[in-house]
Every structure is written in C-alpha cells, then in structure tokens.
C-alpha cells in the first residue's frame, strides 16, 4: 500500500536525522514528493534506489496528489513543484508533462551559469512566496554556483485550526522534562472527547482540524529514544488504527520548530547514492549524460497553538552538470587524541598546532 511505504520512509529519515538527539523536524510530503519526481526522471540503478526508499512511483504520486486536496473549512493549503533549468539543460517533454500533472506545477528559467546568486535568489524568492514568508532562504549563500544546471523544488505551506480549540485562558506554565533538566514551558490544557489509543509502549492523542487534517501527538511510556527504536510502520499503522474517542485531558506545550536539514548524508545513508555520482543517470529529465544531484537540502517550520497549526516545508535537489568523479564519502570519527593544525594555504606557515587529548 502506499500509506505503508511513505509511513516507512517518513520513519527512516526521521530515525536517521534524529540520530543525535534533539530537536527535529522534516516534512515527509515535502521530502516525498521530491524525491518521487526524481524517481520519474532516473533510470536504471538510480531509479532503483529512490524506489527502495520512497516507494513506487505510480503508487505515491496519487497519495501525494490527493494529500494536496483538502475538504471542506477552508485550511491554508499551497503547494508548488517547480523545476528550474538552465537555458543550456535540454528538458525532456516527457518530464514536462509528468510534471504539469502535479500540484502547483511549473518550469523555469534560472540564469544559474551566468548569475547564480541572481538564480539562488530568484528560487528562495518563489519558495518564501510558497511558504508564506515562513522559509525565506531554503538555499544558502555557496549553495549556488555556475555548475548548477537545475534545482527541483518542492515547497508547502498548511495552516488549520482546530475543530476543539485549546483555551488561551488555560495556558500556563508546566514542567518539561528534557534530557538537558526540568524546565517550565508554555502549556495548553484541553478536556474534550478526542482520539485516543494505548497500544505497544505509546499513547497516541488525535485532534481533528479543518479540512479533514488531524495532528497526532505520540507519547511513549518511558525513554523516547529506546522507543522510537521499536517504532516500525507495521506498530505505528497498528497504533494509529486504534485511536478511538474518548474523553482525554490533555496537557501539550506549545511548539515552535524552525530546523534546516541536509538530506544528502540522510539519503546515501539510507541507500540512496547512485544519483549522487557519474554513474546518475536522469535521463527521463534531460539527455545531457551529465547530469547528477549534488545537494538535496531541507528545511522545515511548524507551529503549534491553541487555535491549530501552521506549518511550511521545502526541499531542493540541486543538480550540475559534471564529468568529475564524485566519490563515496569516507568515514573519519575523531575519537581518540589527535593533533589540529591552523595554517596559512598560501604558504604552509602553522597559525597554531595543537594536541588534542582532552576535548
């Protein structure tokens, strides 16, 4: 099913970035829908790959189209999937039209061989109109230059409120007990009939909102990092399937998340690396052999009060046109004393060495 293969790869790029512990947040709609217009544009091992990880193509291009159609109460919804090609990219018409038949479609020209700074901003212009000003740098400054050939980008924006409206009233201060110490944080109060299941380690608390979205907070019973390890799709479909109503006193601070993330380490890790060397073959977006990603950046916002949510996602697969090697990365920990130099390029002269045995 295809709610089964995106719920995977939300939860494996979600174990993957949350691997050193705290704060994060990703958009797997927004991650999905990339990546999935990649897969139509790869072929062979590189198709391959992206299917291993996102899910047949076929399957997740309909759920991601009808996730970006939303019910009745009028939610804020704005979706945008917009190829920017350099006039030098020949484009497939193939892509084209696959493109145009998604959410918010469009192609672009981006003077990136000739102005790159003038492209870059150019995109993180289109992508904070998307987002409602909430993402307005999706692309670094550097994360541009004259090899850049095209940039795939997705961006979403969702605001809803609430069908059951916390009470400001209510809000107050309640301890948190963070990894780093008990602290005090703002905190809504509800008391209501709402979602609710209990099932293998984890409370699970449903809150309707407008439009037929719903947010879904996840409790574990003792650490969340020992159970996140547990947490596979068949146990969370498992869970989510046995949310029933019930009257549920809820106490849920309030959120506000604004993380970037580069998913190019995520996404090797996780098997997808072919599109990261010469061997990429993108044949279905351009017949230039040349073409490869460099870079697949992330970054996500979302917010959460008494009266809904309002979050904004965007993701960027920057490609360049290459007949350099680009090779596997190699794995270096620094755990164990080791001397650090600080040097002029130049001439070779040492600012500083040092001897590094007790961090």
């Known amino acids: 099913m295809?709610?089964?293969?995106?719920?995977?790869?939300?939860?494996?790029?979600?174990?993957?970035?949350?691997?050193?512990?705290?704060?994060?947040c990703f958009s797997p709609y927004s991650v999905a829908s990339a990546l999935t217009l990649a897969a139509r544009a790869a072929r062979g091992r590189t198709r391959?790959?992206?299917?291993?990880?996102?899910?047949?193509?076929?399957?997740?291009?309909?759920?991601?189209?009808?996730?970006?159609?939303?019910s009745e109460?009028?939610?804020?919804?704005?979706?945008?999937?917009?190829?920017?090609a350099d006039d030098r990219l020949p484009l497939e018409d193939s892509f084209k039209t696959e493109l145009a038949a998604w959410p918010g479609a469009a192609v672009a020209s981006a003077p990136f061989e000739k102005e790159p700074e003038a492209a870059r901003e150019l995109i993180n212009d289109d992508v904070g109109r998307t987002t409602r000003g909430l993402i307005p740098q999706l692309l670094p400054p550097g994360s541009i230059d004259s090899d850049v050939a095209a940039v795939l980008v997705n961006a979403l924006y969702l605001k809803a409120a609430w069908k059951l409206p916390f009470r400001?009233?209510?809000?107050?201060?309640?301890?948190?007990?963070?990894?780093?110490?008990?602290?005090?944080?703002?905190?809504?109060?509800?008391?209501?009939?709402?979602?609710?299941?209990?099932?293998?380690?984890?409370?699970?608390?449903?809150?309707?909102?407008?439009?037929?979205?719903?947010?879904?907070?996840?409790?574990?019973?003792?650490?969340?990092?020992?159970?996140?390890?547990?947490?596979?799709?068949?146990?969370l479909t498992a869970l989510l399937d046995a949310v029933a109503f019930k009257p549920v006193e809820l106490a849920l601070p309030k959120v506000?998340?604004?993380?970037?993330?580069?998913?190019?380490?995520?996404?090797r890790?996780?098997?997808?690396r072919t599109m990261f060397t010469d061997d990429a073959d993108l044949g279905g977006l351009s017949p230039d052999p040349r073409l490869t990603v460099s870079e697949v950046l992330h970054q996500a916002v979302l917010r959460v009060d008494e009266q809904g949510f309002e979050g904004a996602a965007a993701t960027a697969?920057?490609?360049?046109?290459?007949?350099?090697?680009?090779?596997?990365?190699?794995?270096?920990?620094?755990?164990?004393?080791?001397?650090?130099?600080?040097?002029?390029?130049?001439?070779?002269?040492?600012?500083?060495?040092?001897?590094?045995?007790?961090p």
């Open 48 to 70: 391959d790959e992206l299917v291993a990880l996102v899910g047949d193509p076929d399957e997740q291009t309909v759920l991601l189209r009808d996730a970006a159609q939303l």
């Open 256 to 267: 506000s998340l604004d993380v970037p993330s580069s998913l190019t380490g995520v996404l």
């Open 73 to 84: 109460d009028e939610p804020e919804l704005a979706v945008a999937n917009t190829l920017w």
């Open 168 to 235: 400001e009233a209510n809000t107050g201060d309640a301890p948190f007990h963070a990894p780093s110490g008990d602290r005090d944080v703002p905190t809504m109060w509800l008391s209501e009939r709402v979602g609710y299941a209990h099932a293998g380690g984890w409370q699970a608390v449903q809150l309707a909102a407008a439009g037929g979205l719903q947010a879904v907070v996840l409790l574990p019973d003792g650490d969340l990092a020992e159970a996140e390890a547990g947490l596979d799709q068949p146990s």
């Open 2 to 24: 295809a709610t089964d293969s995106h719920l995977r790869f939300a939860l494996a790029v979600h174990s993957a970035l949350g691997a050193g512990g705290g704060n994060t």
């Open 269 to 272: 890790g996780l098997g997808v």
């Open 317 to 358: 697969l920057t490609m360049r046109l290459t007949s350099m090697m680009i090779d596997e990365p190699v794995a270096v920990t620094v755990d164990r004393p080791f001397l650090l130099l600080v040097r002029h390029a130049g001439t070779g002269a040492l600012y500083f060495l040092a001897r590094v045995v007790e």
